[in-house]
């Protein structure tokens, strides 16, 4: 190879390891985050009927397809979850209800985790 070509694959490669650190320094600046917020809201005031585990009546009347088993579950019902939850209450239908304090945390979690361009 050419001192030129090397050069250059050596640019691209430090541009590529910034572009990476910063998708890693993004990722960590979500707070509230799933694992230190989200796993456990969704364990407390949705999976009593939004998880593939249940089905019939267990399910409470919950939509056969909307799960929150997994992120990618919530992920793509993230807008109907802030709608239910926060902008019209209506989920949890049966107590207990999440507190202001958690809504607000729900609403700041999937605003970061879950905004388009963030996979």
Known sequence: MRRR????????????????????????????????????????????????????????GAPKKTNFDAPADIKKAKADIVKMTIAKPAMPPMDPKPTDDE?????????????QGRD
């Open 5 to 60: 070509e090397v050069l250059g694959l050596a640019v691209l490669a430090i541009l590529a390891l910034a572009a990476a650190q910063a998708v890693l320094a993004a990722d960590k600046a979500c707070d509230p985050n799933y694992d230190n917020f989200g796993k456990a809201f969704v364990a407390k005031y949705c999976l009593g009927c939004h998880t593939s585990a249940k089905t019939g009546k267990d399910r409470m």
């Open 103 to 115: 809504k607000a945390k729900l609403k700041a979690w999937l605003d970061c985790e879950y905004s």
